[in-house]
């Protein structure tokens, strides 16, 4: 993990990577830092949390005007939730984002009103929780809340019940239900309660039989992190085989991945096997409204 740490340190503050992603650089560095209690490695990456931070920070201290919506939710509003985490100074940038969120129309963000319209796809259900719940967490006051979007899990039931391959709708749903988890446990800070949750248990297990199959690491790693989560236990056959291939899988130079990986791809399979490799512990249970 140490050498998949190393990889990221140069990789990810690297000029392409961090010209393509620099927010989620930051978080994912903050993330691996508050998902891991492995003394060396998480000292290593809360130390490289803050240099990420910091550095975005001194380059988007306030929000333009005319800021495109993605850009406000998923780049300044994204890197300024890790700043503040941190501790650094964000006043004057959450001003800003709090003074645009009350003009901000949902369609704007997510292309339906979470609050009247049920997403139209897995897809876009993934991507109105992750929004909404960067914008709260930076304290942006929506239209609308993250209890709001989550909610429109009665209507995304019942998922997909693949068996030897993702269909894209089957992917689409995995990939919601992982985030749905996140958003719900703030990203790994606590467990959830697995009784609540058992037909999202029940698609994380298939979809990552499948992942191991072949050799998916992204699906691996989320599977593993979703299904620890919801109270699976480190010692689950499922899991140890899931690990044991990420394992086989890691290249040399201690990343996932190929060279010719777009610089998000590589950095996001990275990130997601060192989540599946981490030990998840014992964390406060809590249980989510829906």
Known sequence: MLRALAFLSDYALGGACWS??????????????????????????????G?????????????????????????????????????????????????????????????????????????SWQYAMVGTHIAEGVGMRLQWRLRDVAAWRRVMLPYPRPKRRLTKTAESAFYAVTHL???????????????????EVELL?????????????????????????LGESDGDPLLVRARRRILATQNRDGSWGRRADEPYTRLHKTWVALDGLTRYGRREIVSPRL
């Open 20 to 49: 393509a992603c620099a927010p989620d650089v930051a978080y994912m560095f903050f993330h691996l830092a508050t998902r891991s209690r492995q003394g060396a490695f998480t000292r290593k990456a809360r130390t490289l949390a």
């Open 51 to 123: 240099r990420a931070a910091r550095r975005w920070l001194d380059d988007h201290a306030r929000l333009p005007p005319r800021t495109p919506a993605e850009e406000v939710l998923f780049g300044y509003a994204y890197g300024a939730c890790t700043a503040t985490q941190l501790g650094l100074d964000t006043r004057a940038l959450r001003r800003d984002l709090s003074a645009w969120a009350r003009k901000a129309p949902p369609r704007s963000l997510f292309g339906f009103d979470p609050r009247r319209q049920a997403p139209p796809d897995g897809d």
């Open 181 to 199: 988890v996140y958003v719900l446990n703030d990203y790994n800070l606590y467990t959830l309660p697995r009784e609540r949750f058992l037909p």
């Open 205 to 229: 297990r298939a979809a990552c039989a499948i992942a191991i199959a072949r050799d998916d690491v992204e699906g691996m790693g989320e599977a593993i992190d979703a299904l620890l989560a």
